[in-house]
């Protein structure tokens, strides 16, 4: 199994190894000038008026990976921006917009609408180009009102995609020789996977750093919450409306990877028939990655049926996962269920309940101890 055919880099894991791009080819500069502009044309109300005037340019015209995944990044960002960027929601986004962001989408497997992929993986740039990708050392390409609690929300996401970055080829390596290894060689890796995790949660804390809870609820969740009922119109696409959920770090591949390498079943209700959905939302190599390690690994049974050191291990790693599912709503009733106040809109910007979600993940996932 190569990492490289899932576009994975043993030092920067899901996060490309490579800095996306920075500007287009000439005939979308538009898009490009539109991207240090769009927190004040938001905040004056004037991106709608903006982005409805703008011509309808030919994605297909964009003709490499990296072009296509810019053009995706900003489209995105401006999709969200015109539907939540009022008094009230805008449920038809213009041909500008919805046209050449309806190609993209197609082209690259993933919905038309902002998400994890476009607001973390691909939308960052280095501060110092001289100097390797890490979050002291990045910044986002993109925000909608910009200030450091949205920049931070975002690379600190990042982060735990660069800490889990090194337990990748640990994955790998564990699920083929949950196949073909001894026990002690299975047990080896199981422990340098739950002894790498450290760093994952390290990474998940340090969101706390620079992302204020009522600023991040108040100012960025809004802008990365899904379509509302009864959905948005692409103009230019279709007549029907289409509901998509919101940029949700559910749509990672990280933790999803780590269940199918452990053997972690998650029942349809309430979090496995979310968790299955929003793999659609992934970049299509890295949703081939999860579902292979799925089909492949066998780390379970060989922890039913293995040495006490091995079960040992094994229990140990999932430990780790639930150590993580437990900071993971901590963090979501710091920065949600606290800021809503009386409102209680507790619903994820992915579209689940919080507290049913998390803590149904969080209690599969410790069911799978052996």
Not at 137 to 160: C, H, K, P, Y
Not at 290 to 311: C, F, K, N, P, T
Request: proline share 8%; glycine share 8%; net charge negative.
């Amino acid at each position: 199994m190569s990492l490289a055919q899932y576009h994975v880099d043993p030092h920067t894991g899901f996060v490309p190894s490579v800095p996306p791009l920075r500007r287009l080819p000439e005939p979308f500069a538009a898009w490009d000038a539109l991207v240090p502009e769009l927190p004040a044309r938001i905040r004056s109300r004037r991106l709608r008026g903006t982005l409805r005037a703008m011509p309808v340019l030919d994605a297909n015209t964009l003709t490499t990976d990296a072009e296509r995944e810019r053009g995706m990044l900003l489209l995105t960002h401006f999709a969200n921006a015109h539907v939540w960027g009022g008094d009230t929601p805008e449920l038809s986004i213009p041909p500008s917009v919805a046209v050449p962001l309806c190609a993209l989408a197609a082209q690259l497997q993933r919905p038309p609408i902002a998400h994890y992929a476009t607001t973390t993986l691909t939308n960052w740039q280095l501060i110092d180009p001289n100097e390797p990708v890490s979050v002291d050392n990045a910044r986002t390409q993109v925000q909608f009102l910009g200030g450091v609690d949205e920049d931070w929300f975002f690379i600190a996401s990042m982060g735990v995609e660069l800490a889990g970055a090194p337990l990748l080829p640990v994955v790998a390596a564990a699920a083929l020789q949950s196949r073909e290894a001894s026990d002690d060689e299975l047990t080896a890796s199981l422990t340098t996977f739950a002894e790498g995790m450290g760093a994952v949660h390290a990474a998940l804390e340090a969101v706390r750093r620079w992302c204020d809870p009522a600023t991040y609820y108040l100012r960025v969740r809004p802008f990365v919450t899904g379509w509302p009922a009864p959905g948005v119109v692409y103009e230019g696409v279709s007549d029907e409306p289409r509901r998509y959920i919101g940029g949700s770090a559910g749509q990672s591949a990280l933790l999803q990877l780590f269940d199918a390498m452990l053997g972690v079943s998650h029942p349809a209700s309430p979090a496995g028939a979310y968790l299955r959905s929003v793999r659609d939302y992934m970049p299509t190599a890295h949703r081939a990655f999860v579902e292979d390690i799925e089909r492949d690994a066998r780390v379970h049974a060989r922890a039913q049926q293995g040495s006490r050191a091995l079960q040992t291990a094994y229990n140990d790693a999932v430990q780790q996962i639930v150590t993580f599912r437990d900071a993971h709503m901590r963090l979501a009733h710091d920065y949600i269920v606290t800021p809503s106040g009386a409102a209680r809109d507790t619903m994820g910007t992915g579209g689940t309940a919080l507290d049913t979600f998390l803590r149904g993940a969080q209690q599969s996932t410790g069911a799978a101890r052996v």
